[in-house]
Structures are given as structure tokens and as C-alpha cells.
């Protein structure tokens, strides 16, 4: 017989590969156009089978946003050493934001700004960002005007989202970060 714990863990370990299986799905395709139905076939699973996710199609999108840009700031988060170079660790920090949106296509971008519960959290998401890169700008250059780099740092990130820095240099998410954290780097390193 097994106990209570066991099937919440294993009924929370089903939860998460499937929250896994619907973020591929959406990093790859959105989600705008994806019924709960279309979900269910792609997937090959049952609606009731989504539904142990979140109890509303808008409400499994959130969750499913909601644990994309979780998992992204802890990988990021891991990716800054605390022992690198201040200056460093500025660049480290955006450079992994690059690497954690590259999988995210322009239709999952598009999506997210349209359905205000994903919007919501990108935002929030991009606010801690900016106040993370704030802290890092700081406490790398403690003459420089770190609330200034920061908002320019979130501006940029906010342009690459709606998908205007491509526009305009046709550099893809992921290069722009890149881009960003070079340009905040040799502005650190020339002050």
C-alpha cells in the first residue's frame, strides 16, 4: 500500500513533466491559438490529464509562463558565480538571460504580450531583472550611476521583448542580451 506522501509526489512528479511537455510546446509554437483540446492531442494526453495542471486552459497557460520564468531566473541566477569579477558578474547575469530566452520563439514573445496574466509576469520578471542589474552595476562600480544603467538596461530589455531591437539591428533575442551585456560591461570597465 502506498502512503498519502508517496502518490502527492508522484501525482506532483506527473504534474511537472507535464508542465515540462506543455513549455516546450509553447516556447516552440505560443499558445494564443492552443485549445485545451489542440493541447490534449499534441500532447497525447486527456483534457483531464491537462486539467491536473490548472483547472482553466488561461489558468494552465499562467502556470505553465509562471514556471518558464521561474526555472529561467534560478538557472540564471546559478549562473552568476559570486566569486567572478564584479564587472563580470554583470555580464554573466544578462548573458545567461540570453541563453534561457533562446529556446522562446517569436510567437511565444507575441503571445505573452497579448494575454495579460503572461504579460504580467514578464513584466514582473523584467522588473527584478532590472533591480538585480542595478544591485550588480553597484556593486561592480559603486561610482557609477547605477539606477540610470539599470532603467537603460530595462528599456532594452522591454525593446527586445516587443521585438523592436530585432527590428531595428535584426539581432534575435538572445544576441541582443548578449549584446547588452557587452555594452554595460566596456561601459563599467571605461568609468
Known amino acids: 500500500m502506498t502512503s498519502v506522501d508517496e502518490r502527492e509526489t508522484r501525482a506532483s512528479r506527473r504534474r511537472e513533466a507535464l508542465i515540462d511537455r506543455l513549455m516546450d510546446l509553447f ?4 499558445f494564443a491559438d492552443l485549445g485545451v483540446a489542440d493541447l490534449a492531442a499534441l500532447l497525447r494526453c ?3 490529464t491537462l486539467y491536473s495542471v490548472a483547472a482553466s ?3 494552465i497557460v499562467t502556470a505553465v509562463v509562471r514556471a518558464f520564468f521561474r526555472r529561467a531566473t534560478e538557472r540564471v541566477e546559478a549562473a552568476v558565480d559570486g566569486s567572478a569579477d564584479p564587472r563580470e558578474r554583470v555580464g554573466a547575469y544578462l548573458r545567461a538571460i540570453s541563453v534561457e530566452l533562446a529556446p522562446a520563439s517569436a510567437a511565444f514573445f507575441a503571445d505573452l504580450d ?6 504580467e509576469i514578464y ?3 523584467t522588473r527584478y531583472a532590472v533591480r538585480r ?3 550588480l552595476v553597484l556593486e561592480a ?3 557609477t550611476d547605477a539606477a540610470f544603467v539599470g532603467a537603460v538596461a530595462g528599456q532594452v530589455m522591454e525593446s527586445i521583448h516587443r521585438g523592436e531591437i530585432k527590428a ?6 538572445s544576441a541582443a542580451y548578449a549584446a547588452l551585456a557587452s555594452l554595460i560591461v566596456a561601459r563599467m570597465a571605461a568609468g
Not at 114 to 119: L, Q, V
Open 168 to 173: 531595428q539591428t535584426g539581432l534575435d533575442d
Open 133 to 135: 542589474v542595478q544591485g
Open 27 to 30: 516556447l516552440e509554437r505560443g
Open 114 to 119: 497579448a494575454f495579460a496574466p503572461a504579460r
Open 57 to 59: 486552459r488561461e489558468q
Open 123 to 125: 513584466k514582473a520578471n
Open 141 to 143: 562600480a559603486p561610482g
Open 46 to 48: 486527456s483534457k483531464s
